[in-house]
């Protein structure tokens, strides 16, 4: 999911609850049932609205670059290990 957000592309996701999170959190894509309907319904949608498109991508290349640079991700990990080290 990260390396398509990277692309700043839409994501177009039929999956686990880890994706389907990421993909409501960062609004960079559509969640369907694993429904031939469904996904055909959502590849339509994507389609016919660019705007959409191009606003599903930049949420989630905004996304990606807040949440999964080096940087954040040391911070958290040097938390939670302050919060072991406090118990």
Same mark, same amino acid.
């Given at each position: 999911v990260t390396?398509?957000?990277t692309?700043?592309?839409?994501?177009?996701a039929c999956g686990g609850d880890?994706?389907?999170?990421?993909v409501k959190k960062s609004k960079a894509?559509? +969640?369907? #049932? /694993?429904?031939?309907e469904d996904i055909s319904e959502n590849?339509?949608? +994507?389609? #016919? /609205?660019?705007?959409?498109?191009?606003?599903m991508g930049k949420n989630g290349r905004k996304y990606v670059e807040k949440y999964?640079?080096?940087?954040?991700?040391?911070q958290k990990l040097l938390k939670?290990?302050?919060?072991?080290n406090n118990e």
């Open positions: 390396g398509v957000q692309c700043a592309l839409p994501i177009l880890e994706i389907k999170s990421i894509g559509l +969640l369907s #049932n /694993n429904t031939i590849i339509l949608n +994507l389609y #016919n /609205n660019k705007e959409m498109r191009v606003k999964f640079q080096r940087k954040y991700i040391t939670s290990i302050g919060r072991l």
